[in-house]
C-alpha cells in the first residue's frame, strides 16, 4: 500500500535532527521517503512524482514521529486492572495475583493480550517487550492486531523449560517480521542455580542476549546476597547469561558493582516508574545511569502493578522522579526521555529497523495532534510531548505501514466492543 503524508512536522529522532516541516512516504511495510518540503520543492518543483498513492492524509502541521516502544509488558495482566490495588507487595502477588493467574488459559491470554494492545495503540505504543505465560497464544494475537511484538522468556522452575525456550526462540525469530523472540527467565529468585547455568548455555550457544527482572526490590537483592553472597546482576554476570547483553527490567537497588556490570556488558537498564512508584518498590537511578553511560528504556509494566499502560505518563514520572530523587530540577531532560521511549527502546529490544523514521525502517509511526490546548503554545515540541503531553494528543498510530488507530478509531479486524465483551466474560469467571 502506497501512503503519502504531507503537510506535517516531523520529528525523525536521529541525533541532532531538529523538527522540520516535511512529508513521509510508505511502500507497505517500509518508509519510502522523508523529506523536507524545501528539499522536495528544490529537487521536484513541478515534476511530483506520479505515484499512485492509496492513501493521502493532510496531516494539518501535525507531528509525525517515531511510536513508542513500551520495552517491559505483561499485556494479559490488564485483567487484574483494578482488581489488586493498595495492598503491600507480597499480599498483592500472594493472594490477588498468583491465584488467578493459576486459572488462566492460553486462550484467555490471547483475548486479554489483545485489549491491551487497544491500548497501547491509543496511546502511541508501536512495540511492546512482552513477557508473559503462553508466547503462542500471545503472538497470535498481536500478528491478529497488527501490533509488533518482541517475546522474552519468562523461564522460571514453575511453568516452563529450557527445552520450550529453545523451541519458543527457534519458531519466533523466523516466522514473521511483526514478531521475534529473546531469551529471559522470569527472575533470579524464581530459578534455580542449574537452570540458569542451562540459559546460559543457551544464550552461548545462540550468541543471543538474555533479559530479565532484575533488583526490583531490596529484599529480592538481600535474598539473592544470603543465598550467593552477591547482588543479583553480579551474580547473574557470574553465571555466564551476560556475556551477549541484554538487559534488566526495574533496575531500582542498584550497586556500584551492578552498575559496572551493566556498563561493562552493554546491558540496558529498562525501568517502569509507575508501577515501581504504586508498589513503593522504589526509584531507579536513572540519572546515574546516563551519567555512567548506561543505556536506558521505558516500560509499563503489567496493569495489574502500573493500571494504565500509558506511555506518557511514564515519560513524565521519568524526568520528574529523576529531578526529585537527585535535588535537582536539570536533571534528565525530556529530549533524552524522549529518546529513551523511542529509539533507546528499540535498541533494548533489538528492532534495529523501527528506531528512528528513514528511508527504509519500518513504518511505525505516530501523529501527534499539536492543535490542542495542551500542546500550545509550540515553544518546544519534545518538551511538549513529555511535560504536558497525554493519549488525548494521539490522532493515530501506524504499525508496518497499516494504520491501527485513526482520529478515536480502531482498524484491528476486530470490534472494540467484541474484545471487551469476551474479557468481561473471562474475568467473572477467573474471580468467581
Not at 304 to 325: I, P, Q
Not at 345 to 373: C, F
Amino acid at each position: 500500500m502506497n501512503i503519502r503524508l504531507y503537510n506535517a512536522r516531523i520529528l525523525t529522532m536521529e541525533k541532532d535532527r531538529p523538527v522540520f516541516f516535511g512529508e513521509v512516504w510508505i511502500k507497505n511495510e517500509k518508509i519510502a521517503y522523508v523529506g523536507e518540503k524545501k528539499e522536495l520543492d528544490r529537487e521536484l518543483g513541478q515534476d511530483f512524482p506520479r505515484i499512485s498513492w492509496d492513501l493521502e492524509i493532510d496531516c494539518k502541521d501535525n507531528l509525525l514521529m517515531p511510536g513508542f516502544k513500551n520495552a517491559h509488558t505483561h499485556s494479559s495482566m490488564v485483567f487484574l486492572r483494578s482488581y489488586a490495588d493498595d495492598v503491600p507487595l507480597q499480599k498483592w502477588l500472594n493472594e490477588k495475583v498468583f491465584p488467578l493467574e493459576a486459572k488462566l488459559k492460553g486462550e484467555d491470554i490471547y483475548h486479554l493480550t489483545r485489549l491491551a494492545v487497544l491500548e497501547y495503540l491509543t496511546s502511541g505504543i508501536t512495540s511492546i517487550f512482552e513477557m508473559y505465560l503462553t508466547p503462542d497464544t500471545i503472538a497470535q494475537a498481536c500478528l491478529d492486531m497488527g501490533m509488533r511484538c518482541v517475546l522474552t522468556s519468562g523461564l522460571n522452575d514453575f511453568t516452563s523449560s529450557i527445552e520450550q525456550t529453545e523451541e519458543e526462540y527457534l519458531k519466533w525469530n523466523k516466522k514473521n517480521s511483526l514478531i521475534s523472540y529473546q531469551l529471559g527467565f522470569h527472575a533470579e529468585y524464581t530459578c534455580s542455580k542449574d537452570l540458569l547455568y542451562r540459559l546460559a548455555q543457551l544464550s552461548h550457544k545462540y550468541r543471543a542476549p538474555v533479559y530479565t527482572h532484575l533488583s526490583e526490590t531490596k529484599r529480592e537483592v538481600e535474598d539473592c546476597r544470603e543465598r550467593y553472597g552477591m547482588t543479583p546482576a553480579v551474580f547473574l554476570d557470574s553465571m555466564g547469561l551476560f556475556e551477549f547483553g541484554g538487559g534488566g527490567y526495574h533496575c531500582i537497588h542498584m550497586t556500584e558493582a551492578d552498575m559496572d556490570v551493566f556498563r561493562r556488558r552493554r546491558l540496558y537498564a529498562i525501568t517502569n516508574p509507575a508501577s515501581n512508584m504504586k508498589l513503593a518498590s522504589g526509584m531507579a537511578p536513572v540519572a546515574e545511569f546516563e551519567r555512567k553511560r548506561i543505556p536506558v528504556a521505558i516500560g509499563t509494566d503489567g496493569a495489574a502493578s502500573n493500571n494504565c499502560l500509558d506511555m506518557f505518563r511514564e515519560m513524565f514520572l521519568v524526568t520528574g522522579l529523576s529531578k526529585l530523587k537527585e535535588n535537582d530540577a536539570a536533571s534528565m531532560d525530556a529530549r533524552q526521555v524522549l529518546n529513551m521511549a523511542t529509539v533507546q527502546g528499540a535498541k533494548a529490544m533489538r528492532l534495529s529497523k523501527a528506531d528512528v523514521l528513514a528511508k527504509g525502517k519500518y513504518a511505525d509511526m505516530i501523529l501527534i495532534d499539536l492543535h490542542q490546548p495542551n500542546m500550545q503554545p509550540i515553544h518546544n515540541i519534545p518538551k511538549n510531548i513529555v511535560y504536558s503531553g497525554s493519549k488525548a494528543n494521539v490522532a493515530m498510530t501506524m504499525i508496518n505501514g497499516r494504520i491501527l488507530y485513526r482520529n478515536g478509531q480502531f482498524n484491528v479486524g476486530e470490534s472494540p466492543e467484541r474484545i471487551y465483551a469476551e474479557c468481561d466474560r473471562i474475568v467473572r469467571r477467573l474471580t468467581d
